[in-house]
């Protein structure tokens, strides 16, 4: 009865990497952003800012469209008159 010798790390990467293409499945690398870089940074707060704009400006044409559509008849303000 002799002990089996623990697997090293690159034994437990090949067998869990087998498992896997015996499920179907295949290995890719992804790359992705760094997110602690000052160019990402300054890309999310620029596209953070045209959002931001471009929400003001779609309540800005909401209100307009809202206005547009007020009737031409004069306006009862009741007993002080016009404000």
């Known amino acids: 009865m002799g002990m089996e010798r623990p697997m090293t790390s690159a034994e437990r990467v090949a067998k869990r990497r087998a498992a896997l293409r015996a499920q179907g499945l295949r290995a890719r690398t992804l790359w992705l952003p760094d997110r602690g870089s000052a160019a990402f940074q ?9 959002i931001n704009a471009m929400q003001r ?7 307009i469209e809202a206005i ?10 009741g007993p ?3 404000p």
């Open 42 to 50: 300054e890309s999310v707060a620029r596209d953070t800012a045209v």
């Open 80 to 82: 002080g008159g016009t």
């Open 68 to 77: 547009q559509h007020w009737p031409e008849a004069d306006y009862d303000w």
């Open 57 to 63: 400006e779609a309540d800005t044409v909401a209100l």
